[in-house]
């Protein structure tokens, strides 16, 4: 089945540290992988993706990920965390199926605290 | 600066009655979808349609769930009759093709009382 895992329901990490969220995923082909941020009582907001290309890829907020093929991972990464950052954090993959659509399938989420 | 509507932002409705959420998707996009979160489902998928021809509505449940889109700037999800078991928060997303990311709405809550 084609899906996507979040590993770690929680994240705390100190202001200034590095931050790491991981996912992995299981897909047909070749995996089209997003990552989404949520704050309290907002929408999922775009933070970057990968598709083809570089397998490090930059997205906002000073968020990256790196796409590994051989782990089927794209774990979201960030220098420096701010209390800012704390938030809801969902990896998504889009999935193709027979007759020409695809879905977009999210993880359980991560909830990441960052402390001061 | 183009986003995704959807209305009302937050419904308190008495089980048996009908509940009408309403999704304005981005102008141009074809691609829409309909999401439920919840505490313990996470992110479920109900809907998707794409050109407004439903292609998959497998996650909805089909004795009380529609969703339709009447024209390509309005899409609806119903629920008849609503359940205590649907408050959740129902988010509408839009987009494009494949590689592109899906833009999502600030989300309907709804409580059934």
């Known amino acids: 089945a084609q899906s996507v895992a979040q590993p770690e329901d929680q994240v705390n990490v100190a202001e200034g540290n590095p931050l790491t969220v991981k996912c992995t995923y299981s897909?047909?082909?070749?995996?089209?992988l997003f990552w989404y941020v949520q704050y309290p009582n907002r929408g999922l907001q775009f933070l970057l993706k990968?598709?083809?290309?570089?397998?490090l890829v930059k997205g906002s907020y000073g968020f990256e990920a790196e796409f590994n093929k051989s782990q089927t991972s794209f774990h979201l990464k960030k220098p420096s965390a701010l209390v800012s950052d704390s938030a809801l954090y969902f990896c998504?993959?889009?999935?193709?199926?027979?007759?020409?659509?695809?879905?977009?399938?999210f993880g359980a989420g991560t909830r990441l605290a960052v402390h001061p | 600066d183009a986003r995704v509507t959807q209305t009302p932002r937050h419904k308190v409705t008495e089980m048996g009655q009908e509940v009408t959420m309403r999704c304005q998707p981005i102008?141009?996009?074809?691609?829409v979808f309909w999401y439920r979160q919840t505490m313990m489902q996470g992110l479920e998928l109900l809907a998707y349609?794409?050109?407004?021809?439903?292609?998959?509505d497998s996650g909805m449940p089909k004795d009380r769930f529609s969703a339709e889109m009447p024209d390509a700037t309005l899409a609806t999800l119903k629920i008849q009759p609503s359940e205590p078991r649907d408050s959740a928060v129902y988010f509408c997303?839009?987009?494009?093709?494949?590689?592109?990311?899906?833009?999502f709405g600030q989300g309907t809550r709804l409580t059934v009382v």
């Open positions: 102008l141009g996009h074809n691609t």
């Open positions: 897909v047909s082909g070749n995996p089209y």
């Open positions: 990968y598709i083809t290309g570089d397998n």
């Open positions: 997303a839009s987009g494009l093709r494949r590689d592109t990311e899906a833009f």
């Open positions: 998504a993959v889009r999935v193709s199926f027979s007759g020409g659509y695809n879905k977009l399938i």
């Open positions: 349609f794409r050109n407004r021809a439903p292609l998959d």
